[in-house]
């Protein structure tokens, strides 16, 4: 009976301290009044938007298919790459890929807000294993978007706080 009631005096005390120190799952977030409902203007067949949508539904956020007030327009995003390193034959052996998003933010009776995320990964190419490094690649643009989407996530809270 005693050592039953020291386990939960335990896990009381850690719970207790988990809470008051702020702790709170990763993407949990508290929403301001003008992000409950959302529009979401995107390019057709957009894979970054698909991203943004889950992450916006994972958030809390309601997407609607009418003008609610707040637009989040996605007007471009791209990868590019950067030649980092050549091999001793001369063919690239490192490159930076770089994934970028313009958007903007749409309030009703304000000026829109133009923004800019950025993600950066070194990915290092070897012909020799062209299919697996080709499936490496995929993974890291998917890793690429997921990082977008949160950082983007971010800034619109951001934005809308101030």
């Known amino acids: 009976m005693r050592n039953g009631l020291l386990q939960w005096i335990a896990v009381l005390l850690a719970t207790t301290l988990i809470v008051g120190c702020g702790f709170q799952l990763r993407d949990q977030y508290q929403l301001p009044p003008s992000l409950q409902q959302v529009y979401l203007q995107a390019p057709k067949f957009s894979e ?3 991203v943004f949508e889950q992450r916006l539904s994972l958030a809390g956020v309601e997407l609607v298919d009418a003008d609610p007030g707040l637009v989040i327009a996605i007007n471009r995003d791209e990868l590019s790459r950067r030649t980092l390193s050549l091999s001793g034959s001369g ?3 490192e490159y930076e ?3 970028s998003v313009d958007y903007s933010i749409n309030e009703a009776n304000k000026d829109p807000v133009d923004l800019r995320i950025e993600v950066y990964r070194d990915y290092q190419d070897d012909p020799n294993f062209a299919l ?3 499936r ?3 993974l890291l643009v998917a890793e690429m978007r997921e990082e977008a989407a949160r950082r983007m996530l971010r800034q619109i809270l951001a934005q809308l706080a101030e």
């Open 48 to 50: 970054f938007a698909n």
């Open 91 to 93: 063919q690239v052996a």
């Open 97 to 99: 890929l770089i994934y």
């Open 132 to 134: 697996a490094k080709t």
């Open 136 to 138: 490496e690649r995929e």
